[in-house]
């Protein structure tokens, strides 16, 4: 069953989907059931991938990651999501751009109520706080590196 957000992956054909609305049914391409790419939040290894979230003058900033990733033919990240106020922001990004990405995000004076539970991912007790228009706004991140997959912060 299929949940909003969750990303999934063919391993066959490397087709990449996000979930808008999850259903009961099961997701297959290529004649085989799709993998549910895991969200890594810790860093091991010499490349860094934990999206790094700041605030900027016009909205919020995200680095991949606390040491640029590499952004070189085969290795790089390629898209990287925010999600901020019920809203999903993404920029996709290819070879020799640099690995991040300004999103302008505008908060309502009131936060909204989220619409939606923790189940999907539009809020959860680890989203990061970022302080938008006088109002705190709980914000995530994800990146998608072509050989290390999906990281979140
Ligand atoms: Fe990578």
Redesign the pocket.
């Known amino acids: 069953m299929a949940k909003r957000l969750e990303i999934y992956k063919c391993e066959l054909c490397g087709n990449i989907v996000e979930v808008l609305t999850g259903g009961d049914g099961e997701l297959v391409c290529c004649g085989q059931p799709m993998t549910l790419l895991d969200e890594k939040t810790a860093d091991e290894g010499k490349?860094k991938?934990v999206p790094v979230i700041e605030k900027t003058a016009d909205g919020i900033k995200v680095k991949v990651g606390d040491v640029p990733?590499?952004m070189e033919e085969k290795?790089y990240?390629e898209w990287i999501e925010l999600i901020a106020d019920g809203k999903a922001y993404r920029q996709f990004l290819n070879p020799g751009d640099a690995p991040e990405a300004v999103f302008e995000v505008k908060a309502d004076k009131i936060p909204r109520v989220q619409p939606y539970g923790n189940a999907n991912g539009l809020k959860s007790e680890s989203d990061i706080v970022v302080e938008v228009d006088g109002v705190d706004l709980p914000v995530s991140a994800r990146e998608h590196?072509?050989?290390?997959g999906l990281w979140k912060a």
Request: aromatic fraction near 0%.
């Open positions: 490349e991938h990733h590499p290795h990240i590196c072509t050989i290390h």
